[in-house]
């Protein structure tokens, strides 16, 4: 019921499983499941979603107001056929799972360390096993925060575009500051970025010079050349799992810079050779495929 989250498509795993009562259960006709999947999670479904959203905090969406909101169906779709490149995006959207223990109950040592992690976490040793992402930086710093006025809407010679959250979740950048009279903290080609507040968004590796919202770390790798390494790391499923673990905040989730620092590498995962091509958002994957 939140139009912020993504729709999710039932798969024969989750049959038995107990829902919780923020979802609605839609039930389509004629084999539209997974076209009904698609438009509601793109980013054009989720504005109509959030258009529909009451309550001004935690905005849901009713199950009236769904069912009353009208969908474009092509005539393929009405037809049962199956649009493959909207199935290898669902696809894209399964994870491996663990097996899941015998019982639900495990004992937590709360004598020594965090408590939060060890809560958070059946296995706190995970955060021991690999090197220390601090150990991998010269520096990790903090995007410092600029008076609202100070912020442009449109880029002029001697102003430096602002990096923040929504930059790295695929929007363009909306924001340019002066680099006098208080310097912003700047980014250059190579450093990495990681989201300070929020759990969704992922590491990017910066490609240009630009100043760093307060909203982000900045971190400046001692060998810039193991930067899409990481940055595949703490996206991929273990090390963005790490995260949040290491996640604080009862609201607004945030991260903490010495948490940061403490989060392990495994050192075979520095042996990535890949891109550093920044995740593409569900929502944006999806509009792209329908729209486009």
Same mark, same amino acid.
């Given at each position: 019921?939140?139009?912020?989250?993504?729709?999710?498509?039932?798969?024969?795993?989750?049959?038995?499983?107990?829902?919780?009562?923020? $979802?609605?259960?839609?039930?389509?006709?004629?084999?539209?499941?997974?076209?009904?999947?698609?438009?509601?999670?793109?980013?054009?479904?989720?504005? $109509?979603?959030?258009?529909?959203?009451?309550?001004?905090?935690?905005?849901?969406?009713?199950?009236?107001?769904?069912?009353?909101?009208?969908?474009?169906?092509?005539?393929?779709?009405?037809?049962?056929?199956?649009?493959?490149?909207?199935?290898?995006?669902?696809?894209?959207?399964?994870?491996?799972?663990?097996?899941?223990?015998?019982?639900?109950?495990?004992?937590?040592?709360?004598?020594?360390?965090?408590?939060?992690?060890?809560?958070?976490?059946?296995?706190?040793?995970?955060?021991?096993?690999?090197?220390?992402?601090?150990?991998?930086?010269?520096?990790?710093?903090?995007?410092?925060?600029?008076?609202?006025?100070?912020?442009?809407?449109?880029?002029?010679?001697?102003?430096?575009?602002?990096?923040?959250?929504?930059?790295?979740?695929?929007?363009?950048?909306?924001?340019?500051?002066?680099?006098?009279?208080?310097?912003?903290?700047?980014?250059?080609?190579?450093?990495? $970025?990681?989201?300070?507040?929020?759990?969704?968004?992922?590491?990017?590796?910066?490609?240009?010079?630009?100043?760093?919202?307060?909203?982000?770390?900045?971190?400046?790798?001692?060998?810039?050349?193991?930067?899409?390494?990481? +940055?595949?790391?703490?996206?991929?499923?273990?090390?963005?799992?790490?995260?949040?673990?290491?996640?604080?905040?009862?609201?607004?989730?945030?991260?903490?810079?010495?948490?940061?620092?403490?989060?392990?590498?495994? +050192?075979?995962?520095?042996?990535?050779?890949?891109?550093?091509?920044?995740?593409?958002?569900?929502?944006?994957?999806?509009?792209?495929?329908?729209?486009?």
């Amino acid at each position: 019921m939140n139009p912020d989250l993504p729709l999710l498509l039932l798969r024969p795993e989750h049959v038995g499983s107990l829902v919780s009562s923020t $979802f609605l259960a839609l039930r389509p006709h004629g084999g539209l499941s997974l076209w009904i999947w698609a438009v509601l999670t793109s980013r054009t479904g989720r504005q $109509f979603r959030a258009h529909l959203a009451v309550g001004s905090a935690g905005r849901s969406t009713t199950k009236a107001a769904l069912l009353d909101l009208e969908i474009p169906v092509p005539p393929l779709a009405k037809a049962g056929v199956t649009d493959e490149r909207l199935l290898a995006i669902e696809r894209g959207t399964h994870r491996e799972e663990e097996e899941a223990g015998g019982t639900w109950w495990r004992t937590a040592d709360l004598t020594a360390g965090d408590w939060s992690i060890a809560l958070a976490t059946p296995n706190p040793d995970v955060l021991d096993l690999g090197i220390p992402l601090g150990d991998l930086c010269g520096e990790i710093t903090r995007g410092r925060a600029v008076p609202r006025e100070d912020y442009r809407e449109a880029p002029e010679p001697g102003l430096l575009a602002v990096t923040d959250i929504a930059v790295l979740g695929g929007k363009p950048v909306r924001r340019w500051v002066p680099l006098e009279p208080r310097p912003p903290v700047i980014a250059y080609p190579g450093d990495l $970025f990681v989201a300070a507040v929020g759990a969704r968004p992922h590491a990017v590796v910066a490609t240009g010079e630009t100043a760093v919202d307060r909203n982000l770390f900045v971190l400046r790798l001692r060998d810039p050349a193991l930067g899409p390494a990481v +940055a595949h790391y703490l996206n991929g499923q273990t090390g963005y799992g790490l995260r949040q673990v290491l996640l604080t905040g009862d609201f607004i989730p945030g991260m903490r810079k010495d948490n940061l620092a403490r989060l392990p590498v495994p +050192a075979e995962a520095l042996g990535f050779t890949g891109g550093a091509e920044p995740l593409v958002p569900l929502d944006i994957q999806l509009e792209h495929a329908l729209w486009d």
